[in-house]
């Protein structure tokens, strides 16, 4: 909550404004010095009292006043002092480093009015900060260095590219980053059908296409005056590339049928679990895209390899999803469990075990024995199969030959896992630890049919 104190004796239309502005905050402390302006109290209020806002009334403690605003300037040097008086110029002599501003009653009421205002949101802001970095939990370098860098991107405008494994956290990250914007719009790149991409990221004026029988603003002219969250970009066909490179360069966007373009101010933040560089280098992401986006990259590292950060992410998850009243506590062996395990699913996986464990355990101490963690659920080659792509692959006579084996493999992979699941593609994904959109994505890309693939 945000506090303030004023100091005003008179009952004036004066005062009672200020009581008016203060009650629309929350939490305000009024402080009013007392009928016969008692020296003892006022310093003791002086030396005990923090608040951000001090309003003073000038003429109240008339030839005092320097007395005392050196005081609450030494115990509160942060707070923003606005004095006021009948005429400011009678009061000439008292330093300028001893209040921030001296008004007159005319201009005090506009000037307080939009002081309390930035006050407000610079407090909502912190607070808001403080909520989403507390989320970013652990003790390793890494995440020092994690947090320290997010830190510095919310002072900046440029774009962001998150990189890193599924599961390991590029959703809070960017919300971290967005915190002091109040809209954040997320897209999920993975998601959208290629057809749509442009209409859904710069929308379409009506009848721009069969079936746009409205107007539509898409989704950057929606985030407007915030941020943007390019979540999985590293699926961003390259049509839909082209046109957001030309978004960052230029601030514009044009929708799809409209003549003319729309200046749009948007904080973009990217996130991949793709290798775009080895994208770039197999013509499947814009190497002027990356660079682009890549003024501010942030790098998660697995979970693997920050294992001493499973203790506290393993009790954070115990304090979210434990029912009130009811406590865990993790034993030394289930601890020692959960650091062995390998995580391939990295955070997520963990949080999906805490909260399986807290659903079929009774509350108190936690062992080795209550944890379910699934096995790799990953199928991969056998050796000697292994061996044969290898060998098939050092035979091709060109890239263009090894890269159509790659693919082969992949189509023979993605159906023996459908088939594996009973045809079910929902299910397939889960497995694969994919987007069930993703994963039709890329078998349309590889040419597959569901149709065909299902036994």
Sequence with gaps: MLPSIDFFTKETSTSSFILDVLSSVDNTVDVHTPANDSAPEIAEILRTTLAPIVIWDLDSFASRNAKYLSSLRENNPDSMILAYAESPDRYAEISSKLYDTILSI??????????????????????????????????????????????????????????????????????????????????NCSAIPDALFESELFGHTRGAFTGAQNERIGLFEDANGGAIFLDEIGDMPLHAQVKLLRVIQNHEIRPIGANKTRHIDVRIIAATNRDLKEEIFEKRFREDLYYRLNVIPMQLSPLRDRKEDIEDLANYFIRQYAPAGEPYTLSPEALKKLQDHNWP???????????????????????????????????????????????????????????????????????????????????????????????????????????????
Excluded: W
């Design 345 to 455: 699913g990295n955070i997520r996986e963990l949080e999906n075990v805490i909260q399986r464990t807290l659903c079929f355990t009774d509350p108190g101490i936690l062992h080795a024995e209550d944890l379910q963690i699934d096995k790799d659920s990953h199928r991969t080659l056998s050796s000697s199969s292994a061996d044969r792509a290898a060998i098939k692959a050092f035979n091709a006579d060109s890239y263009d030959e090894f890269r159509d084996m790659q693919l082969d493999e992949e189509r023979e992979f993605l159906k023996s896992t459908i088939r594996n699941c009973d045809g079910s593609v929902s299910l397939a994904a889960e497995r694969l630890r994919m987007n069930r959109t993703a994963l039709y994505n890329r078998l349309t890309r590889l040419g597959l049919s569901v149709k065909n693939v299902r036994p």
């Design 106 to 187: 005319e201009a005090l009421r506009l000037h307080l009015m939009s002081k309390i205002a930035r006050l407000k949101e610079i407090y909502n802001a912190k607070r808001i900060f403080r909520e989403r970095m507390s989320h970013l939990v652990g003790k390793s370098e890494a995440m020092k260095r994690l947090r320290k860098n997010v830190e510095r991107a919310i002072l900046h405008t440029g774009p962001v590219l998150i990189q890193g494994e599924s599961g390991v956290g590029k959703d809070l990250i960017a919300r971290a980053i967005a915190c002091v914007y109040d809209k954040f719009v997320t897209v």
